[in-house]
C-alpha cells in the first residue's frame, strides 16, 4: 500500500532530552513536511523539504530541526531547546506542482504524539 | 503573513440539519484553499480543494464549499449531516504564485458533533 508511514505513534521522553521522529513515504513525493498539532491551535508548519538535501525553515522552526538525505524520509528531530515540545506532530508529502499555476494536494501520515515528562 | 480563521471552534448539531462552517483567510493575492478534515483516530485527509474555475467547489462525502474573493472566504457546506460527520475540520490556504510547495496555513479547526 502508498502512503506515510509515522514512527512510533507515541512517545515518551524526559524534559531535556532529544528525540527524532520518523516519517517515511513511499508516495515518490519530492515535497515533505512537518507540522505541529495543538488542541485548539489547528497544524502549524515546521520545517518543509521540496528535494533532497534541502529544506526551509516554516513557521515554528526554533528547537527543531530536520534532514533529507533521502527522497523516501524526512526525520524530525525535536531538540532539548524546544520549550514546550509536547505535541502531535504530522508529517505530510506532495508533489511538486508542475507550474506556477498548479498546487499541490498533501497527503498526511497517522501521527505521533510525544509527551515529555 | 498569511491567516485563516475559522469562526466556530465547537458546534454541535442534529443529524439531517444544515451545515455551514466558516473560513476566512488574510492574503490577498492568488491563493489554492483547501479544507480537510480529521475523523476521531484517523488520518487527516482533504475534502475538497480550490485553485480556479468555478468558486462553487464539490468534494467528498456531500460537502461543498464557496469561494468568495471579495470577502476572502472559503466556508464549508453539506445541506444534510450524518452522525458519521463527527470530526475535526481545518480550513488551510497557501499562496498560488508559489505553486504551493511551501507548506499550508491552517486554521485553528472546528469540531463538530452530530447528535443522533
Known amino acids: 500500500d502508498g502512503g506515510i508511514t509515522q514512527s512510533p505513534k507515541y512517545l515518551f521522553r524526559k524534559e531535556g532530552q532529544n528525540v527524532t521522529l520518523s516519517c517515511e513515504q513511499n508516495?515518490?513525493?519530492?515535497?515533505m513536511y512537518w507540522y505541529r498539532q495543538d488542541p485548539g491551535q489547528g497544524l502549524r508548519l515546521i520545517y518543509y523539504s521540496q528535494i533532497v538535501n534541502d529544506f526551509q525553515k516554516g513557521d515554528i522552526a526554533e528547537g527543531y530541526s530536520v534532514s533529507r538525505e533521502k527522497k523516501e524520509s524526512f526525520p524530525l528531530t525535536v531538540t532539548s531547546a524546544q520549550k514546550n515540545p509536547t505535541a502531535f506532530y504530522l508529517c505530510?508529502?506532495?508533489?511538486?506542482?508542475?507550474?506556477?499555476?498548479?498546487?499541490?494536494?498533501?497527503?498526511f501520515g497517522p501521527g505521533t504524539r510525544l509527551t515529555v515528562l | 503573513a498569511q491567516s485563516v480563521s475559522q469562526h466556530n471552534h465547537h458546534v454541535i448539531l442534529s443529524e439531517a440539519a444544515s451545515l455551514e462552517l466558516g473560513c476566512n483567510y488574510s492574503y490577498g493575492g492568488t491563493v489554492n484553499l483547501f479544507w480537510y478534515v480529521q475523523y476521531p483516530g484517523q488520518h487527516l485527509q482533504l475534502l475538497l480543494k480550490y485553485f480556479s474555475g468555478d468558486p462553487l467547489v464539490k468534494g467528498i462525502k456531500g460537502f461543498e464549499a464557496e469561494f468568495i474573493k471579495s470577502k476572502f472566504s472559503f466556508n464549508l457546506r453539506k445541506p444534510s449531516v450524518q452522525w458519521s460527520d463527527t470530526a475535526e475540520y481545518f480550513c488551510a490556504v497557501n499562496e498560488g504564485s508559489g505553486g504551493g510547495a511551501d507548506g499550508l496555513t491552517f486554521g485553528k479547526g472546528t469540531h463538530l458533533i452530530i447528535q443522533p
Open positions: 505530510a508529502s506532495s508533489v511538486l506542482p508542475r507550474g506556477p499555476e498548479s498546487y499541490n494536494e498533501q497527503f
Open positions: 508516495l515518490n513525493h519530492d515535497a
